[in-house]
Every structure is written in C-alpha cells, then in structure tokens.
C-alpha cells in the first residue's frame, strides 16, 4: 500500500544513470505478476544509451510519417500532437523500456475473430498486470516512471526497429525523479465499488 500511495507518474527526470542490476530487479516483479493461462506474454526490451537515442529517434520519425498521412482524422492529429509531447518527456529519461506483448499482433492487422479477441484481451490485461507491478517495484527503489501508451502512434515503424512482429504494447520511461508531483484525482470509492449481498 506505501509503494501504491506513492507511485506517481513522472515526466522529469535526473541525468543519473539507473544500474542494469537495479531495472532487472523491477522488471523481476513484472515477472512476478499473473497472467492468464500463465502465458506470461511479456518481454521487456531495456534501451539506454546511444541505442535509447536511435530507438526514440525511430518514434520520432514514425510520428511525423503519422502525421503526413492524409488520412489522419482530426482526433488522430491530437493524438500525434500529444505522442510528440511524451516523447518530449522519454527524451528526458535515462531508461526507455519497450515492453511487447508477445501473443498480441499489430492494431493494424486484420480484425481477430472472437476467441483471438479474448485472448487479446486476456493478454493485454496480463501485460498491464505485469508493467503495474514493475511501477511498484520501481517506486519502492526510489525509480520514478511514466507508463507510455503513446507508442502506438508509432507502432510500425517502432516495430520494424526492433524487428519483430509481435505487438508493442507499452513503453515505461525510468529514472530517478526530478518532480514531486501531487496525487492526481481519483473517482469516489462509492463510485466504483457496489456490494450486492
Ligand atoms: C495504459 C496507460 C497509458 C498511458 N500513456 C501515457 C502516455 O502515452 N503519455 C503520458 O504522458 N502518460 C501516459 N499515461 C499516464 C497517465 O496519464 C497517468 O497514469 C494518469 O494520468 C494518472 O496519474 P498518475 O499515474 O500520476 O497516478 C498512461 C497510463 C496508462 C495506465
């Protein structure tokens, strides 16, 4: 409950290394989380240094290709606008953690039929499952971090980088926390819990 009461988004962070030992660690308590038929369909790809650079480079470029698209609706725009603004943030972080979720396919492929999007589904929660308990782990380690979902206005050109056709479900910005940013607002417990007896 500490580590859940503190844990904030951050998108400041200090110019610190983070050790590899010490992000192998939280991602072991992404490991540590339950997924559904112990898929555990996850893979965690950890970028730093020049190949931080490249891979936040990728998503830049695939943005701006996003954006040249004609077909773009409005709401697409906006969403290319604020993608741009959290790559702003992941430019600021030592550590860019791309995480896959190795049973899901692209958004872009064609629609899955019903058993496909149950898996999905089930698949998409294991991973969100996964990442929360790397927040956690992080948190408690003094690490700030940023869940990104941001990616998936980028998500073919971030794909072809890495070489892989599985699909790119997240990103999680870490470093040490350079902003103590305040709770942000939750909704009323008596609005999201009813007891039926
Ligand atoms: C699935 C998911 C995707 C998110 N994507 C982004 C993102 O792309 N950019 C960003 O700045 N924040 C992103 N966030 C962070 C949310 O904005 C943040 O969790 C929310 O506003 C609550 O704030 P808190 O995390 O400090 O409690 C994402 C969070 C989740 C769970």
């Known amino acids: 409950m500490d580590a859940i009461g503190r844990r904030r988004s951050i998108r400041k962070f200090k110019d610190t ?3 590899d030992e010490l992000i192998t660690k939280i991602i072991s ?7 559904a038929k112990n898929r ?15 891979v936040l480079s990728v998503m830049d ?11 773009l609706p409005e709401q697409g725009k906006a969403g290319v606008a604020d993608a741009k603004n959290t790559l702003r943030i992941m430019r600021g972080a030592p550590v860019i953690i791309l995480v896959l979720n190795t ?3 692209s958004p872009f492929a064609k629609p899955l039929d019903i058993f496909g999007r149950i898996t999905e589904i089930c698949d998409s929660m294991s991973c969100g499952a996964s990442i929360e308990n790397t927040l956690l782990a992080a948190t408690e380690e003094g690490l700030g971090t940023l869940w990104i ?3 998936f206005y980028a998500h073919e050109p971030l794909r072809a980088y890495l070489k892989t056709d599985k699909q790119l479900i ?7 926390p350079d902003e103590d940013p305040v709770a942000r607002p939750r909704k009323d417990l008596s609005e999201i819990i009813e007891f039926r007896n």
Do not use: C, H
């Open 61 to 71: 470029r695939g943005l701006d290709m996003a954006l040249a698209e004609p077909s």
């Open 103 to 105: 049973n899901g396919v």
């Open 149 to 151: 979902a941001n990616t």
């Open 17 to 19: 290394d983070v050790s």
């Open 40 to 54: 555990q369909p996850w893979k965690y790809i950890v970028f730093k240094g020049a190949a931080r650079e490249e």
């Open 29 to 35: 308590a992404g490991a540590a989380a339950p997924s």
């Open 170 to 176: 997240a990103a999680i910005a870490v470093g040490y």
